[in-house]
């Protein structure tokens, strides 16, 4: 319930993954990716840019966020993502570097619709 701070999204942010803990919908981290995520965090406190972190996550053949998920679940993604699993976009590791989610936050309901 967003009421109470739970994440109601149906998919986790790269780096976590959703479990049910006590009959309850939980982000918990992946042992897998969440690595990856902690890298190109690093990487930009090292002043590299998101061009340059999606260069070095390509040159070192870490999936993409979008690649894992249809490795591992078979759900679908871009087509075209199918035969480069490992060629990562800035715009990726912009929304990465943007997610609040890595800070701990929770939030819900940020689409709404408008009458006018």
Not at 51 to 68: N, V
Request: net charge positive.
């Amino acid at each position: 319930m967003a009421i109470n701070g739970k994440h109601l999204s149906g998919s986790a942010p790269y780096g976590y993954t959703m479990q049910y803990i006590n009959g309850e919908r939980t982000l918990v981290i992946n042992p897998e990716t969440a690595p990856h995520v902690q890298t190109i965090f690093n990487l930009c406190l090292e002043d590299m840019g998101p061009s340059a972190i999606a260069r070095y996550l390509t040159e070192h053949k870490i999936m993409t966020p979008g690649a894992y998920t249809y490795f591992h679940t078979g759900k679908y993604y871009f087509e075209k993502r199918k035969t480069y699993p490992y060629l990562w976009e800035k715009l990726c590791i912009i929304g990465i570097l943007n997610n609040i989610a890595y800070l701990g936050c929770v939030v819900n309901g940020k689409n709404h619709t408008s009458l006018f």
